[in-house]
DNA sequence: CCAACAATCTAACGATTATTAGAATGAAAG
DNA sequence: CTTTCATTCTAATAATCGTTAGATTGTTGG
């Protein structure tokens, strides 16, 4: 075989890649399965479009060798083939961040005011949770906390955030953080921890972009 | 605007990221100027394709804000936009490697007996160029070794690798490296030093894989 | 065995994209 | 000022991709 041929196939096989995160859609179901397993009709109602086109996207996300899948009675239930693809992920997002200003317009732009943002260096972060000086918590459903989730948070799913209230003391300081800076869950606990008096920030970082800063994640802990 | 509408914004934009890199001969092009800065002329030599559509595809990778390019004289120099554009191109071949058995068999195919190949961890290898046990050699182009190589390497591009040998002593472990494990430059450098009763190997990394592993890389010596 | 459900497969449409050829720009050199 | 050279821009074609609709597979529960 010669040079040129091979070249060229090396180079092919690593923009499989390239094409299976050049798609929005991809891209947003590769953040979900980032979150922990996911099936075929969970995925369908978080992106809220045909269930035809999500599989069709599945499909190719599959064909890059990007997620796998395995059958529960029903069910597809589709996970990450492995970790690096959350890494992936991330730095594609970061990239796109740093290269692109129409998006950082955009997120900013998402927040409104900017003091909603926490500040606080991710080690520092840490400290203060382990001091009990913040309360980090999750507002992912609970089953996305189980996969995976940042050190001392408390599970606060948005859904049943009310109910958790009372368990949430008002002398302390909030930290919400859901899963990355394109999720909204943290923005609507802020707004809704504040109309209640609450002093809170989002975090921006997913527990993706904890991991892949180098910093330590929790997972397990089955009871509900 | 509605929070789906933005979401989707969102996703689209890092998607932009994504379409730059889904093309083999736009990979191609970020691996070359992650060596460093080129012409147009320099990278369509490489490329062994049409100037016009190499001009195509660098438009592409300009519109995504991956490269930049400046004017001198007739000439157009482009270059990465950021350092972490190399660790993406480097990421996405890992993910390759790691989830397209086709690419590892490719891979394996091309080197031929594995002994070429360097199997020691980069911190032994780091610390055997140190105390002199191992020469590195850099065979790339002299201006890419200029722009930045691996701690202790030596300039000996193939192109000329003959005049080098005979200040390469016989005694001493070589170890080449070149653009990373996709260039062929240093497998060439093996088969030639072999050849003359050389022990030598390649090592698969490149400057920016070995930058992306946390290694430290030394630049300028603008001396001839 | 049949109905209900989750998900995929097939076929088809319109919208992008890669690639090529030809014309146009912009700098340098005679 | 004209020619030359490096590069880009424009237009056009063929191939690929996203999306939708309809038929199909495989599983559960009656």
Redesign the interface.
């Known amino acids: 075989m010669k040079?040129?041929e091979?070249?060229?196939?090396?180079?092919?096989?690593?923009?499989?890649?390239?094409?299976?995160?050049?798609?929005?859609?991809r891209?947003?179901l590769l953040e979900l399965l980032a979150q922990g397993e996911k099936s075929v009709e969970v995925l369908t109602a978080e992106l809220?479009v045909d269930v035809k086109l999500v599989s069709a996207h599945l499909r190719a996300l599959r064909e890059?060798?990007?997620v796998c899948v395995r059958r529960e009675g029903k069910f597809m239930i589709y996970r990450l083939?492995?970790g690096?693809?959350a890494?992936?992920w991330v730095?594609?997002?970061?990239?796109?961040e740093?290269?692109?200003?129409?998006?950082r317009t955009?997120?900013n732009?998402?927040s409104g005011d900017p003091s909603r943002l926490l500040a606080t260096s991710r080690a520092t972060l840490l400290e203060q949770a382990r001091q009990g000086d913040v309360i980090i918590i999750d507002v992912r459903p609970l089953s996305e906390f189980h996969t995976a989730h940042l050190p001392y948070a408390r599970s606060m799913p948005m859904a049943e955030i009310e109910q958790h209230l009372l368990h949430l003391p008002l002398d302390k300081e909030i930290v919400a953080y859901c899963r990355g800076p394109?999720c909204?869950l943290a923005d609507d606990a802020v707004t809704v921890l504040q109309s209640k008096g609450y002093r809170v920030r989002k975090l921006t970082d997913g527990v993706s972009e904890w991991q892949a800063a180098g910093f330590p994640v929790e997972a397990g802990e089955v009871a509900a």
């Open positions: 040079k040129r091979l070249k060229d196939l090396l180079y092919e096989q690593v923009a499989r890649i390239g094409k299976a995160v050049s798609s929005p859609k891209l947003e809220a890059a060798g990007l083939a492995a690096d693809v890494g992936l730095m594609l997002r970061q990239v796109a740093t290269h692109l200003g129409e998006l955009a997120l732009h998402l394109f909204f």
